[in-house]
């Protein structure tokens, strides 16, 4: 992967996660503590390093919350920060980087650097103010501990976005996301119709069914009527049914739907698979989609729009892998 595409993708996941995380706190500017707990739960070496120390989310959040404190009682102020609700960042909107947070992601792939998660952590333990320094003291740890274990898990050849295998006549794209949450509660959710609207962007409802949820079983879903933000939702009347085919069951190692437009003619299906890892602090997931390659001259028109082809598949993993994140947050 090239640096330009690692840095940029490395900034939108980072920038997600962080914003979700001060979205939390009814704040709209992020800063470079929330920038620490995105890269707690990041699926590249930096998340990994952070992680096998023993720093959980949970802990992160603590120590955010107990430096916080710490800040305000040394000014002499008797007060406290509001008190942590739900993730509403997807619901709501203007949101931005605070200037420092925004400099340091900048910097991280800048000359010299490599534009990953781990180039962001290096940057982040050297900040100026020392935050960050005394976020790691009050989880047990000191820079210099951390940027050693970073040096064992960090690697050029790394990648967050991982290769699908290719199968004749598909189109198929893969990329991993990290879930702070066991394996078997991870699983139990993906292997759940009902909540398929949380991590399918394409579904806002499932109609109601008793069935079991083994191998052949057919759900229909309707396309969802409004964006998070109450928006109203635009959408042609062929493309408001799907039909939802559970494919593959391996328990908790793996699962994958099958999504197709009925109302629509000669509707190709996506096929979307989730291949589940126990990791330290949580579960490794990968996550891949895969349709039907266009036949005959179709093929040929669509050649030159593979470029953005690409693009947009890993836009769609990528809003797929951060739902599933969320969930768990």
């Given at each position: 992967?090239?640096?330009?595409?690692?840095?940029?993708?490395?900034?939108?996941?980072?920038?997600?996660?962080?914003?979700?995380?001060?979205?939390?706190l009814?704040?709209?500017?992020?800063?470079?503590?929330?920038?620490?707990?995105?890269?707690?739960?990041?699926?590249?070496?930096?998340?990994?390093?952070?992680?096998?120390?023993?720093?959980?989310?949970?802990a992160?959040?603590?120590?955010?919350e107990e430096?916080?404190?710490?800040?305000?009682?040394?000014?002499?102020?008797?007060a406290?920060?509001?008190e942590?609700?739900?993730?509403?960042?997807?619901?709501?909107?203007?949101?931005e980087?605070?200037?420092?947070?925004?400099?340091?992601?900048a910097?991280?792939?800048?000359?010299?650097?490599?534009?990953?998660?781990?180039?962001?952590?290096?940057?982040?333990?050297?900040?100026?103010?020392?935050?960050?320094t005394?976020?790691?003291?009050?989880?047990?740890?000191?820079?210099?501990?951390?940027?050693?274990?970073l040096d064992?898990?960090?690697?050029?050849?790394?990648?967050?976005?991982?290769?699908?295998?290719?199968?004749?006549?598909?189109?198929?794209?893969?990329?991993?996301?990290?879930?702070?949450?066991?394996?078997?509660?991870?699983?139990e959710?993906l292997?759940?119709?009902?909540?398929?609207?949380?991590?399918?962007?394409?579904?806002?409802?499932i109609?109601?069914?008793?069935?079991?949820?083994?191998?052949?079983?057919?759900?229909?879903?309707?396309a969802?009527?409004?964006?998070?933000?109450?928006?109203?939702?635009?959408?042609?009347?062929?493309?408001?049914?799907?039909?939802i085919?559970?494919?593959?069951?391996?328990?908790?190692?793996?699962?994958?739907?099958?999504?197709?437009?009925?109302?629509?003619?000669?509707?190709?299906?996506?096929?979307?698979?989730?291949?589940?890892v126990?990791?330290?602090?949580?579960?490794q997931?990968?996550?891949?989609?895969?349709?039907?390659?266009?036949?005959?001259?179709?093929?040929?028109?669509?050649?030159?729009?593979?470029?953005?082809?690409k693009?947009?598949?890993?836009?769609?993993?990528?809003?797929?892998?951060?739902?599933?994140?969320?969930?768990?947050?």
């Open positions: 992967m090239n640096k330009l595409v690692r840095a940029a993708q490395t900034s939108q996941s980072l920038s997600l996660a962080a914003m979700e995380e001060a979205s939390r009814g704040l709209r500017e992020a800063d470079i503590e929330h920038l620490f707990l995105a890269l707690v739960i990041s699926d590249q070496s930096a998340g990994r390093a952070l992680r096998s120390m023993g720093i959980s989310l949970d992160a959040r603590q120590a955010v430096q916080r404190e710490a800040q305000l009682a040394s000014l002499g102020i008797d406290s920060f509001p942590a609700g739900r993730i509403v960042f997807h619901e709501t909107d203007g949101y980087w605070s200037p420092r947070a925004r400099a340091l992601i910097k991280s792939s800048g000359r010299n650097k490599s534009g990953a998660a781990a180039a962001v952590l290096r940057g982040l333990v050297a900040e100026p103010s020392g935050l960050i005394e976020i790691l003291d009050r989880l047990g740890t000191s820079s210099d501990a951390l940027l050693k274990q064992q898990f960090d690697s050029p050849a790394e990648t967050t976005t991982p290769a699908a295998e290719k199968v004749k006549g598909r189109i198929s794209g893969s990329s991993e996301t990290f879930v702070s949450a066991p394996m078997e509660k991870v699983w959710f292997a759940d119709p009902t909540r398929i609207p949380e991590w399918e962007p394409s579904l806002g409802s109609e109601h069914s008793e069935q079991e949820a083994t191998v052949g079983a057919v759900w229909q879903g309707f969802p009527t409004s964006h998070p933000n109450g928006k109203p939702v635009k959408i042609k009347p062929q493309f408001r049914r799907r039909s085919e559970l494919v593959a069951v391996l328990r908790p190692e793996r699962i994958a739907w099958s999504f197709a437009h009925p109302d629509v003619g000669r509707s190709r299906s996506v096929l979307t698979e989730f291949t589940l126990s990791a330290t602090g949580g579960t997931v990968q996550i891949t989609k895969s349709w039907p390659r266009r036949q005959g001259w179709r093929s040929l028109v669509a050649l030159p729009l593979r470029p953005i082809q693009f947009l598949v890993w836009i769609t993993l990528f809003q797929t892998g951060s739902a599933v994140s969320r969930a768990f947050r």
